[in-house]
């Protein structure tokens, strides 16, 4: 009765092996997960880092979160966390040409009140906002894991537009990652 007990334990244990390994064979193109930084950001006084979950072959899902650091290169915006979807048109799994859907929680600083003189101003409160948009983009996979991506998107600001000096957001980036 061991032995057979044994046996099945076995069994199984190898046919879950096998079938785990069958289902990615070691190929990072099919792996779930990524992170990525934007090589981008920092020239706008930013740092921005993102993770996707890749769902199947042509969707995912991610989050991407960027904070400003320099105040002089980026004046509007303090940061923002922007949940998204995509959707990938390439041959290979979940690389090649997208589209993304997104939402965003926003700090953007408010509106600027000059003074009669057009050169002093008093900044108005940081406004809280959120904002939907779509984008686009590319992305390539190498068989070692690493991930480049080039993306471009824009939103516009749902609820304190008239808050701040401007309505809409932008969101570049040419990223670097690691699948796994």
């Given at each position: 009765?061991?032995?057979?007990?044994?046996?099945?334990?076995?069994?199984?244990?190898?046919?879950?092996?096998?079938?785990?390994?069958?289902?990615?064979n070691g190929d990072p193109y099919q792996k779930k997960n990524e992170i990525k930084l934007n090589?981008?950001?920092?020239?706008?006084?930013?740092?921005?880092?993102?993770?996707?979950?890749?769902?199947?072959?042509?969707?995912?899902?991610?989050?991407?979160?960027?904070?400003?650091?320099?105040?002089?290169?980026?004046?509007?915006?303090?940061?923002?966390?922007?949940?998204?979807?995509?959707?990938?048109?390439?041959?290979?799994?979940?690389?090649?040409?997208?589209?993304?859907?997104?939402?965003?929680?926003?700090?953007?600083?408010?509106?600027?009140?000059?003074?009669?003189?057009?050169?002093?101003?008093?900044?108005?409160?940081?406004?809280?906002?959120?904002?939907?948009?779509?984008?686009?983009?590319?992305?390539?996979?190498?068989?070692?894991?690493?991930?480049?991506?080039?993306?471009?998107?824009?939103?516009?600001?749902?609820?304190?537009?008239?808050?701040?000096?401007?309505?809409?957001?932008?969101?570049?980036?040419?990223?670097?990652?690691?699948?796994?």
């Amino acid at each position: 009765m061991k032995k057979t007990f044994l046996l099945l334990i076995f069994l199984f244990t190898c046919h879950s092996v096998e079938a785990q390994s069958n289902e990615t064979n070691g190929d990072p193109y099919q792996k779930k997960n990524e992170i990525k930084l934007n090589l981008i950001s920092p020239l706008m006084g930013a740092f921005e880092v993102g993770y996707e979950r890749l769902l199947n072959k042509n969707s995912s899902l991610g989050i991407s979160a960027f904070k400003v650091y320099d105040h002089s290169a980026n004046d509007d915006m303090n940061y923002y966390i922007s949940p998204y979807y995509r959707y990938y048109f390439g041959k290979k799994y979940a690389s090649g040409f997208f589209v993304e859907g997104f939402g965003m929680f926003t700090s953007i600083d408010g509106k600027k009140i000059y003074a009669a003189d057009n050169i002093t101003f008093t900044e108005g409160k940081d406004v809280y906002d959120l904002a939907l948009g779509a984008g686009l983009g590319w992305k390539l996979v190498t068989r070692k894991g690493f991930v480049f991506e080039a993306n471009a998107a824009y939103g516009k600001l749902i609820f304190n537009a008239d808050k701040t000096d401007h309505d809409q957001v932008i969101k570049l980036g040419l990223g670097i990652g690691y699948r796994f």
